[in-house]
């Protein structure tokens, strides 16, 4: 379908209203969002969305048909002040209130929140988790620590470069791009075109904690769920998927054709298990999820369809591992078996990192393995190792992503967003069979 000109401001604002799964959660360092208020009345104004994740993080979203003029970014700061140092009860009776009553059953801001994130299980644990919730929520509020999303279908670059700014000095501002296709029937897709530094330490879980790692995460996880964990975490390593650690767990993802699709998201009390295939992932992978989970008897489906949510309170160690090997056979169904042939002699190349990739212009004697997987050890000059397996990077781009199969191996030696280091990759093995051509897109 041909990109077309949004018709108007509002059919944005209701597609973000109505599928709040459009703003990448993920990579604004946060959990699911839920849409608590739109068009909230502030002292400043009126804010046209508000939206909130289940750690009680707060996102703020300005939506503009065009962004040329640079109010945007001053409307946003207003609202962020506006709300700042509000108590929850204020916050319900200006935000929330207003539109929630619209709603078919017009509930508390309690209410629809544990009705979203699936709180709404046996007494005991989901009230905990709603008081953590609402704790969080709290805090966000006194500290004013907000997300602020500038969405647009086009946000110029002078617009970009004032947001990025911000970021420099410590906000967190983020830039979404949401372009728009066809007319019989719309398609909104969005992208996100600024973000803070990722040397910010992302939110997550604790308010301006950083990245949780393993430890962390075992550590606050029920003592049944920790071995389970552990080694659901390792399986999935060795089956070819990427782990990335967030501020509230483990997102776990697997390329396929080219894309990358996040099959679950761990968190210490929790388990997201992705349910709905897109972006041309194959869809019986995960109707077959969906089947085994609700065969398990386990968990609540999210809002949107998207995850089966499973906690872990109240479960033993062997129903763990009945949802766990649900996510690990999902994972093995998504990613293709690739066979090695070791070399007679290693291949052994230094570098200097500029980026997440590995590019073939800096390594320039693999150059010609472009198109291949190669599998070995990557080294920094500090002499933190692992092994490593490169990826040929999708569209025949030259170059190829680093996958580390070790449980905490990519936090320790190739962290995302760190730019610049000295490594030396030592290559034991090639993708057998799959020559260079072989690897481009046709056309």
Not at 11 to 39: C, Y
Not at 314 to 321: A, S, T, V
Not at 350 to 371: I, N
Request: hydrophobic residues 40%.
């Amino acid at each position: 379908m041909p990109e077309s000109a949004l018709p108007a401001e509002s059919d944005l604002h209701d597609a973000l209203t109505d599928f709040p799964a459009l703003i990448p959660a993920e990579d604004l360092d946060l959990a699911e969002l839920v849409v608590v208020g739109r068009e909230s009345g502030l002292v400043s104004g009126f804010a046209d969305l508000v939206l909130i994740d289940r750690h009680g993080h707060v996102c703020l979203v300005e939506v503009k048909k065009n962004s040329e003029a640079r109010r945007v970014v001053a409307q946003l700061l207003e609202y962020a002040a506006a709300l700042w140092g509000m108590d929850i009860g204020e916050f319900e009776r200006q935000v929330a209130q207003p539109y929630l009553a619209a709603t078919e059953t017009a509930p508390t801001l309690a209410e629809h929140l544990a009705g979203a994130f699936g709180l709404t299980g046996p007494g005991e644990h989901a009230g905990d988790e709603l008081s953590v919730l609402t704790a969080g929520l709290e805090r966000t509020l006194a500290e004013g620590d907000l997300h602020l999303v500038v969405a647009a279908p086009n946000i110029p670059l002078s617009v970009q470069r004032v947001l990025e700014y911000l970021n420099a000095r410590g906000q967190r501002m983020y830039g979404l791009e949401v372009s728009y296709f066809g007319t019989d029937a719309p398609c909104f897709v969005p992208r996100l075109v600024v973000r803070p530094s990722l040397a910010r330490a992302p939110v997550g879980g604790e308010r301006g904690a950083p990245a949780m790692d393993l430890d962390a995460l075992l550590a606050g996880a029920p003592e049944s769920a920790a071995t389970p964990l552990r080694e659901f975490l390792e399986r999935a390593g060795q089956l070819g998927a990427g782990v990335e650690w967030k501020g509230y767990g483990a997102s776990v993802r697997v390329r396929h054709g080219g894309q990358t699709r996040v099959v679950c998201q761990l968190e210490a009390a929790r388990i997201y298990v992705t349910i709905k295939a897109s972006g041309g992932f194959p869809e019986s992978p995960f109707a077959r999820a969906a089947e085994q989970l609700q065969a398990l008897g386990v968990g609540t489906v999210s809002k949107d369809s998207w995850y089966r949510i499973v906690g872990w309170a109240g479960l033993d160690p062997k129903h763990i591992w009945d949802v766990l090997a649900v996510a690990l056979e999902l994972i093995e169904a998504l990613t293709p078996t690739v066979h090695y042939e070791e070399l007679p002699e290693p291949l052994i190349v230094s570098f200097t990192r500029d980026d997440y990739c590995v590019w073939a212009k800096g390594v320039a004697p693999l150059a010609g393995e472009q198109g291949r997987a190669m599998r070995g050890r990557l080294r920094r000059d500090d002499g933190t190792e692992a092994d490593v397996v490169l990826e040929p990077m999708a569209g025949g781009q030259p170059g190829w992503r680093p996958h580390f199969p070790g449980v905490g191996d990519q936090q320790r030696l190739w962290p995302t967003g760190e730019h610049g280091g000295h490594f030396e990759v030592t290559v034991t093995a090639l993708e057998a069979g799959k020559s260079d051509t072989e690897s481009q897109p046709e056309g």
